[in-house]
């Protein structure tokens, strides 16, 4: 059984990037195999590991001593067979992508079939051959290498895509995940830019039994109106003026799996028709082509607009709408989830570290408390564009004044005279007629009088710089950065405030 992947020579440090040389664990009952084999191996660089039988080959793999970075097993052991220590390596969590090559003397090609189902990268006949040897272990470990820096990448791929949130909205947001993605049903994702529809796409489809297919995501709103058909559907050579060759559309791309198509409210109305017989049939055809095509995708559509609007509209059709919307999920703003702007910040500058090589740097709790004062309508998005700026600018710690100025906060009243009293023996003036009930609610003073404009802003304003204080243990340099102020000018508000450390 010839194997069909050979790779470059290299020395076995350089063909897996390594510095120490891959170890070897050679379970083979006859000693003079187990000789050659040794010989063989040590003479390119490797390191060996000798088992006679796969009771000891287990007590090897258990001990964890010496890490084996891939084992060459004899089919016809006594005692406990080769395809027996085969299963139990696979069924261990410790020894499972372990990779495995077999060989042997005697052994039927239902053995050799057998092995490589269990997971055996190449099989091999003895007398043993030195270059058939030498190629069947690198090229084992070459795809170990391989299948390692895979499930790396899967793995920093979820953790990019994985979301974060203890908010009481979130939890909502995730059941309704829950419940919807092992099902068919498309979903229509709505909320404000920047929320994360995409996480939420995203999740759906690894929760779903859709996993192993394909995930395609289309910007409906970056594609030209008079592309759009096209790339969604696809094309055949010659079906338009630059067409030269056939091309597969994201509807084909996604068979199997699912097909996000973002910002779904700016579809042009054309491609809306197609978009709709697709979800209703399960068919397409390709621009310039007569010939129907079968897809099985499941869609998922996004949003920010009013979609319901847009069909009062006629911007949108109803038809496709009311498909699309089969489960609705609505994301929420960040405004409705401030309790998880820190774990977010902390995440985002994590990562942005690691990416970046950088140092993991910490917050000071100042930066929270500001970030936290912030309306961020640009939600998520832009606190992750914060942080990152935030993350650039800063040393090992990051302070207030590595974050960037607030364009969205109202200009800070900087009017320090001492708040004039109005004169108590002067009446209040109030509109003619009955006052509304509401009117009760309004704060008054001591004596019963109801609050001037100006006495309910300088309360609300003196109330907000204790909280400020307090948070920062009555650091007034950080409460100033907080707040948007000079120094001095924050010393003038509490004196003029008559704020004391209580």
């Not at 996480?199 to 929760?207: E, G, N, P």
């Not at 096209?230 to 199997?256: C, I």
């Not at 942005?352 to 939600?379: I, Q, W, Y």
């Not at 007629?433 to 609300?460: K, N, W």
Request: glycine residues 8%; neutral net charge; proline residues 6%.
């Amino acid at each position: 059984m010839e194997s069909s992947f050979v790779t470059p020579q290299a020395a076995p440090g350089e063909a897996l990037g390594a510095a120490v040389a891959p170890t070897v664990l050679v379970v083979d009952d006859e000693r003079n195999i187990r000789r050659t084999l040794d010989l063989v191996l040590r003479g390119e660089g490797y390191e060996v590991i000798e088992a006679e039988s796969g009771e000891q080959a287990l007590e090897i793999l258990a001990n964890g001593g010496r890490p084996v970075d891939l084992a060459i097993i004899d089919l016809l052991l006594p005692g406990m067979g080769g395809l027996e220590l085969l299963e139990r390596i696979r069924r261990d969590e410790a020894t499972r992508s372990l990779p495995v090559v077999a060989i042997s003397g005697h052994a039927t090609v239902h053995d050799a079939v057998k092995a490589i189902k269990l997971g055996a990268g190449d099989f091999f006949e003895k007398p043993v051959s030195r270059e058939r040897v030498l190629v069947s272990v690198k090229n084992a470990l070459y795809s170990s290498e391989l299948a390692r820096k895979v499930r790396d990448l899967e793995a920093e791929l979820l953790a990019r895509y994985e979301m974060i949130g203890r908010a009481p909205v979130m939890q909502k947001l995730y059941k309704e995940i829950d419940r919807v993605a092992p099902t068919k049903a498309s979903v229509l994702i709505t909320g404000e830019s920047g929320t994360g529809k995409e996480l939420v796409s995203r999740a759906i489809h690894r929760l779903s039994p859709r996993i192993a297919g394909p995930f395609v995501k289309v910007n409906c709103a970056a594609i030209p109106r008079e592309l759009i058909e096209s790339e969604l559907f696809g094309h055949e050579r010659g079906a338009f003026t630059g067409a030269q060759s056939r091309k597969r559309g994201f509807f084909e791309q996604a068979h199997g799996g699912t097909l996000f198509l973002d910002e779904i409210g700016d579809m042009e109305p054309s491609a809306q028709a197609k978009v709709l017989r697709a979800l209703q049939s399960g068919e397409i055809s390709r621009l310039g082509s007569e010939r129907t095509l079968q897809v099985d995708v499941r869609v998922l559509a996004a949003t920010n607009k009013d979609l319901s609007r847009e069909v009062s509209a006629g911007r949108f059709r109803e038809d496709l709408f009311f498909r699309l919307a089969v489960f609705p999920i609505r994301v929420p703003s960040l405004r409705e989830r401030m309790e998880d702007i820190r774990p977010l910040a902390d995440a985002f500058m994590a990562s942005f570290c690691k990416e970046n090589g950088l140092k993991t740097k910490r917050m000071d709790p100042a930066v929270h408390v500001a970030l936290e004062r912030r309306s961020f309508p640009g939600n998520v998005r832009e606190l992750k564009n914060v942080i990152e700026r935030a993350a650039i600018l800063s040393g090992d710690t990051v302070t207030i004044a590595d974050l960037p100025e607030d364009p969205h906060a109202s200009p800070f009243d900087d009017d320090l005279q001492t708040p004039e009293a109005p004169d108590a023996s002067e009446p209040m003036r109030t509109p003619p007629g009955p006052l509304p009930p509401s009117i009760e609610a309004i704060p008054r003073t001591e004596g019963g009088r109801r609050l001037t404009l100006r006495e309910f802003r300088d309360q609300a304003e003196r109330r907000y710089i204790i909280e400020v204080l307090q948070s920062l243990d009555w650091n007034i340099s950080r409460a100033a950065i907080v707040l948007g102020v000079e120094r001095t000018n924050l010393h003038k508000k509490i004196r003029a405030y008559d704020i004391r450390r209580g």
